[in-house]
């Protein structure tokens, strides 16, 4: 979506209100697709004496798969985002540039601004509650459901000892 923000551009306290849907089905991220859900967007951009500030959030629910046990389950996820607009940047060299988001024409593109941090704040791994026991290296059972069915492994130090008792 892009917005235009010619009408609060030369206007001191003016703000232009945003809300709108985005679908971000087919963003590959590590080889699944968790934004199976619409992501929400809404925020506003004010004119704060010449300075323009983007401030709003994005929300979804994920469908992702515990990295422990391999359950698919759902988890809510809200990024908030807050970024100054600006028609040009005078010094291009500085570190501050990256943090700044230029007009095009006058226009703002909300649905690259929200899809980047909608994307930095993905995390890499997903559990699905934080005792998960996750599953057994030996016989693949998920210990959150069921015990292990594995026969424990010997001490390879008691060894002997237990050749012994085999006698």
């Known amino acids: ?4 923000l010619r ?4 206007v ?19 080889g699944e697709k968790p934004l199976k859900n619409p992501v929400r967007v809404k925020g506003e951009v004010r004119n704060m004496a010449g300075a323009l500030l983007l401030t709003g959030s994005a929300s ?3 469908d992702v798969i515990c990295d422990r046990c391999l359950k698919p389950f759902s988890e809510e996820m809200e990024v908030p985002v807050e970024t100054l607009v600006a028609e040009s940047v005078e010094n291009a060299d500085s570190d501050e540039g990256d943090e700044i988001v230029l007009l095009e024409d006058g226009e703002i593109d909300l649905d690259e601004v929200f899809e980047t941090a909608v994307v930095l704040a993905m995390d890499v ?4 509650s934080e005792d998960c026991k996750g599953l ?7 210990l959150n459901e069921e015990a292990c ?4 492994e010997p001490d390879p130090r008691f060894a002997a000892l237990a050749q ?4």
Not at 136 to 142: A, E, L, R, T
Request: hydrophobic letters at 40%; a positive charge.
């Open 136 to 142: 057994c290296p030996g016989c693949g059972v998920n």
């Open 164 to 167: 012994l008792l085999d006698k």
């Open 12 to 30: 001191p306290g003016a703000k232009l209100p945003f809300s709108f849907e985005m679908d971000l089905s087919d963003l590959d991220f590590f």
């Open 125 to 128: 791994k997903h559990v699905c």
């Open 1 to 4: 979506m892009r917005l235009n």
């Open 149 to 152: 069915k594995c026969k424990p």
């Open 60 to 62: 979804t629910v994920l």
């Open 7 to 10: 009408s609060i551009l030369t």
